[in-house]
């Protein structure tokens, strides 16, 4: 019983992780997109 306890726990904290780390990413792709736009939009002035 304990063991199958740890095994869920295990798999969970792996599952968290990975959700972490897609969570990261893709706010770091959706921060580099609006300074991309930014940057277009400055470029666009000059």
Known sequence: MILKFQIFQLRYSLLHKRWWLYRQISEIKFNTG????????E???L
């Open 43 to 45: 470029l666009k002035k």
């Open 34 to 41: 609006i300074w991309a736009d930014e940057y277009d939009k």
